[in-house]
C-alpha cells in the first residue's frame, strides 16, 4: 500500500542482458520531500536502475508506480510527463548552445512561430537564481566549469517541474566548496517537496545529505536502512564482507630512482618541478584543483609539451612531448579521463588490454591475436575483471572494472613506472580496495607508482612520501609519518617558493617539511 507522500516505488523489477542479471526482484520507494541514497559497489545494478526509470531501458518484469498509479516509461518524454528527471555523470548538454538554449532545447518558448529569446532567457534567469548560479543566460555552456554545468542540468531538471530528481554521483568531480553549495539546493528542493535519488560512492556524504539508504548487491535490493547507519554496517551490505582496512598500504623498502624530473617548467601553468619515484615506492602528488598536477603528468608521460627542464627514467633522458618514447622507456598514465582518454570505449575488453601491447605483439604487420588473447585473459583474471567475456565491449562494464582495464594494459607491457591520475574516482569502496592491492603488488614487485588524487585521505593512506603543489610549483613534501591532512593542505594553500622545489629525499630536512 503507498503512502500519500510517495512519489515512486518499483516492485520486483527485473533486467537482464546477454549473460547478464543486471536486476533481479528489485524493490524501491521514494517520498516527496527526501533524499533517498541508492548504494552499491561498481557492476550492483544502479545504473540499470536509474536508466529505467529516466525510459532508457524497461524492465523485463515488475512493476512501476508514480504517486500511486501504475506506469510505463518507454522513453524519456513517458519520464518528463511524470516529473522523473536525471542528471548522469556525464552531462547531456551541448557545448555550443547559451545556457538558456540548454535548459529549454526542444521546449522554447515562441512567439509568432518564432523562438521567443527574452522570454526563454528571462525564465532561465530565474531558474539560474533558485540554483544560485550567477552566469549569463547567454553565455555558452563551453565556457563553464564542472559544478557550474552541473546547477545548469539541475536548473534543467527545474524547468521540467520535476517532482522526482536522480542524480548520478555529482559530486565525483567538484571541490568541497561546490558539495557544499550543491548540498544547499539539494535541501532546498527537499524542503520544496521535491524526491531525490542520489548515487555517490562517497560514504560520508550519506549521514550528511540523506534521509534512507537502499543497498543494492549483484543486482538485488539487499537491505533498507536510516541514512545515519554507521559506515562499516553500510560497506558491509554493500560487499557482503567487512573490510578491516581501507588503505591496506604494504611499504616496502624504496629502492634506486626509477623517474627523475628535474626543472620540469610549462610557461604559465607549471614551473620547476623537481622530484624523483624510486623502485617500490608509491609518492603522491596532492593540492587543490587547478594546481597543476594533471598537467605535470601529461608532461612527463610525454602527452604534453614543456618549455624547459628534463625528465629521465633509469638515467635515460626522455625526448619532449614523445609518449612513443616514454612508453618505451615503461612509463604508463592510467588518466583522470578513463572513459574519454583510457579506453576505447566501442571496442572489446580484450582489444582494449591489448592496446599498448599491439605494436610489440605484431610480426610483419600481422596481430598475434592468439597471444594476445592469451596474455588479455591472463591479466584480466590476476586483476578480478567483472565480465560476461573478453569480448564484451568495455562501454558496458562498470567503472571499477573499467578501471582495472585501464591500469591491466600497463601491466601487460610491464610498465616500470605508472602515473595514476584519480585511480579510484567514481569507484565504489569495494573495488578502491582492489586497485590498492593491485598498486601494493606492483611496488613489491620493483615498480614504482606516481599518484594523483583529489581524495586527501586516499593519498595520505597509500602513500610512501606526498608532494604538494599550490599555484603550479612545489610547496613542499612530506613524509608518510609526517603527512596530515592539516599539513597538507596548509601547503596547498599556501604561496609556493620561488626557488628549486625538492628534488628527492636527498633534499634537506627543511624543504621536505616545505618551511
Known sequence: MSSPDELLRIEGVRKTFPGVVALDSVDFDLRSGEVHVLLGENGAGKSTLIKMLSGAYRPDSGRIFAQGREVRIHGAQDAERLGIATIYQ????????????????????????????????????????????????????????????????????????????????????????????????????????????????????????????????????????????????????MVGRSIEQQYPRER???????????????????????????????????????????????????????????????GERLAKHDVTAAMGAGIGLVPEDRKGQGLVLDASVQENLGLVTLRSASRSGLVDLKGQRVAAARIAEQLGVRMAGLGQHVRTL????????????????????????????GIDVGAKVEI?????????????????SSDLPEVLGMSDRVLVMSQGRIAGELAAH??????????????????????????????????
Open 252 to 314: 616496502p623498502e624504496a629502492g634506486s630512482p626509477l623517474l627523475a624530473v628535474r626543472g620540469l617548467t610549462r610557461n604559465g601553468v607549471f614551473h620547476d618541478i623537481s622530484f624523483e619515484v624510486r623502485a617500490g615506492e608509491v609518492v603522491g602528488l596532492a593540492g587543490l584543483v587547478g594546481a597543476g598536477r594533471t598537467e605535470v603528468a601529461r608532461a612527463v608521460f610525454g602527452a604534453d609539451p614543456y618549455d624547459g627542464g628534463t625528465v629521465d627514467v633509469l
Open 90 to 237: 556525464e552531462f547531456n548538454l551541448v557545448p555550443d548552445l547559451t545556457v538558456a538554449e540548454n535548459i529549454f532545447l526542444g521546449r522554447q518558448p515562441r512567439r509568432f512561430g518564432m523562438i521567443d529569446r527574452r522570454r526563454m532567457e528571462a525564465d532561465a534567469e530565474v531558474l539560474l537564481r533558485r540554483v544560485g548560479l550567477h552566469v549569463s543566460p547567454k553565455a555558452r555552456i563551453r565556457e563553464l566549469g564542472i559544478a557550474r554545468l552541473q546547477m545548469v542540468e539541475i536548473a534543467k531538471a527545474l524547468s521540467l517541474d520535476a517532482r522526482v530528481l536522480i542524480m548520478d554521483e555529482p559530486t565525483a568531480v567538484l571541490t568541497s566548496e561546490e558539495v557544499d553549495k550543491l548540498f544547499r539546493i539539494v535541501r532546498q528542493l527537499r524542503a520544496d517537496g521535491v524526491g531525490v535519488v542520489f548515487i555517490t560512492h562517497h560514504l560520508e556524504e550519506i549521514a550528511a545529505l540523506g534521509d534512507r539508504v537502499t543497498v543494492l548487491r549483484d543486482g538485488r535490493s539487499i537491505d533498507q536502512v536510516p541514512a545515519s547507519t554507521p559506515e562499516a554496517e553500510l560497506v558491509q551490505l
Open 398 to 425: 562498470s567503472g571499477g572494472n573499467q578501471q582495472k582495464v585501464v591500469i591491466g594494459k600497463w601491466l601487460l607491457a610491464d610498465t616500470r613506472v605508472l602515473i595514476l591520475d584519480e585511480p579510484t574516482r
Open 482 to 515: 609526517e603527512a596530515s591532512q592539516d599539513a597538507v593542505m596548509a601547503l596547498a594553500v599556501s604561496a609556493p617558493p620561488t626557488t628549486s622545489s625538492p628534488a628527492s629525499p636527498a633534499t634537506t630536512e627543511e624543504s621536505r617539511r616545505g618551511h
Open 436 to 452: 590498492y592491492q593491485l598498486i601494493n603488488e606492483l611496488t613489491a614487485s620493483g615498480h614504482a607508482v606516481l599518484m594523483i
